[in-house]
Structures are given as structure tokens and as C-alpha cells.
């Protein structure tokens, strides 16, 4: 995985506990999460859209990309867990870890 968008760590606004994950890849892949850790792969019952040619409309050569809607973040931590297996059945061993963490207050601001 080259990149996440929204990347990793990042924090969803109060209130909000779904959001659309794209992760960027260096090859063509079909992708799964799970938000159990060490799920394997053909276990994981989160499945994301994948593209099967390069993306290029991020001005970048030769990736693709795989898309999702994380649903159920009420965690002040949400991790999903993410696996691939590539064009030629390489499947990954461990887990790429995706974290969106809640926000738990408002925002405020002081003039």
C-alpha cells in the first residue's frame, strides 16, 4: 500500500461514524479489511472495489487503487485491518493497519 486518503491517523468530524477509504496500491490487487486483527485474508468480510488498470488520474504511473466506505467508527480508535492478493495470488501475511480516530469534542474557537 503506497497511500491511504484519507491517510492514516487522520480524525473523523464529532458525530460521524462512516467514511470512504481509498488506498493506493504499486500493483494490480483485489483487497479485504476486517476490523479484527489477524483476520486471514479469505476470512475478511469487508471487501473493497479495486481497479484493474492503472490509475493515473493522481498524475502518478502505474497505480491502482482500491475503494471502501468504513461503516460503524465509534471507537475513539477505529483500526481496520487490510489484506491483498495480487494478479498472481500473492496474498499478504500481515495486516496493513488503517487507523480514523474519533473526535470527542467540540470544536472551539477563541477570538
Avoid: F, H
Avoid at 486518503?5 to 458525530?15: E, N, V
Avoid at 483487497?31 to 468480510?45: G, I
Amino acid at each position: 500500500m503506497i497511500k491511504a486518503d484519507p491517510s492514516s491517523g487522520s480524525y473523523l468530524r464529532k458525530g460521524v461514524t462512516n467514511s470512504s477509504l481509498k488506498i493506493v496500491l504499486n500493483e494490480a490487487s483485489q483487497c479485504r479489511y476486517s476490523m479484527a486483527q489477524n483476520t486471514k485474508y479469505e476470512n475478511m468480510t469487508g471487501n473493497m472495489a479495486c481497479n484493474n488498470e492503472p490509475d493515473e488520474d493522481d498524475g502518478y504511473v502505474y497505480e491502482w487503487n482500491c475503494r471502501t466506505t468504513l461503516t460503524g467508527l465509534n471507537l475513539p480508535e477505529n483500526r481496520a485491518y487490510i489484506r491483498c492478493n495480487d494478479s498472481v495470488g500473492n496474498v499478504n501475511l500481515a495486516d496493513e493497519v488503517y487507523i480514523l480516530k474519533q473526535t470527542l469534542e467540540d470544536l472551539k474557537l477563541t477570538l
